[in-house]
């Protein structure tokens, strides 16, 4: 079931904050973030595990919250450097041990000057 | 380490052809797997492996083979290309999916079919 990721696209000033949600209307076990930027390959961004603290480095930051199978990637005094597209990949309760991450189709992030 | 690489970078077919992808790691990861990338699709699986002699199906497995003979390498094969395989292919690595280690992404193969 792949996850659905709001907004699609968002487009913010240098030094806004960003936020990016990711949901799935089954339970999971662990949300891993990406950025990939035009033309290259996904960049690992963190995991988050079931039953795991909120994780974060630098000004990007990512919270799960399972009984709503929801997390949110918030970016902070967001950088030039931050554009790209953001995916969140699932990896269900159902399914684990499976070794499946379901990925959504993404949040295209523009920071302007 | 050379991390996750991929070949060729770029390929042609023409319907009806057959192809190997090449993958391979060296960071001794036991999990590898296969996506495709369309425009407004995001990442979907093909196959992936979580170790040698293991292979099993993702999302989207119809018209792909994979195999698994060492630890390094995880080899996709398009049986008989059509229009429809069009993509941009990665390959994968990481220790295990629910492993905090970082999943690392191959530079990609753009595949063109004609």
């Known amino acids: 079931q792949q996850p659905v990721q709001s907004p699609q696209a968002v487009i913010l000033r240098e030094g806004e904050d960003a936020v990016i949600n990711c949901s799935s209307s089954?339970?999971?076990?662990?949300v891993h973030w990406y950025r990939q930027k035009h033309g290259e390959a996904p960049i690992f961004l963190m995991i988050l595990l079931k039953g795991g603290e909120q994780k974060g480095h630098d000004k990007i930051s990512a919270s799960f919250n399972e009984k709503k199978q929801q997390s949110s990637l918030y970016l902070t005094a967001s950088q030039l450097s931050y554009s790209g597209t953001y995916f969140c990949?699932?990896?269900?309760?159902?399914?684990?041990?499976?070794?499946?991450?379901?990925f959504g189709t993404g949040t295209r992030l523009t920071i302007i000057p | 380490n050379a991390g996750v690489t991929q070949t060729p970078k770029f390929q042609v077919l023409k319907t009806g052809q057959s192809m190997t992808l090449q993958c391979a790691q060296d960071m001794n990861h036991e999990y590898m797997s296969w996506y495709r990338q369309d425009p407004g699709m995001g990442l979907r699986l093909i196959h992936y492996?979580?170790?040698?002699?293991?292979?099993d199906q993702g999302e989207v497995p119809n018209g792909y083979n994979v195999s698994r003979s060492t630890t390094e390498d995880f080899p996709l094969r398009l049986l008989s290309a059509a229009p429809s395989q069009t993509s941009v292919y990665f390959c994968?690595?990481?220790?295990?999916?629910?492993?905090?280690?970082?999943?690392?992404f191959g530079p990609g193969t753009r595949l063109t079919v004609l």
């Open positions: 994968a690595s990481s220790y295990r999916i629910s492993s905090t280690d970082t999943q690392y």
């Open positions: 990949g699932t990896e269900e309760e159902s399914n684990f041990g499976n070794e499946k991450l379901t």
């Open positions: 492996s979580v170790g040698a002699g293991i292979t």
């Open positions: 089954k339970a999971l076990y662990s």
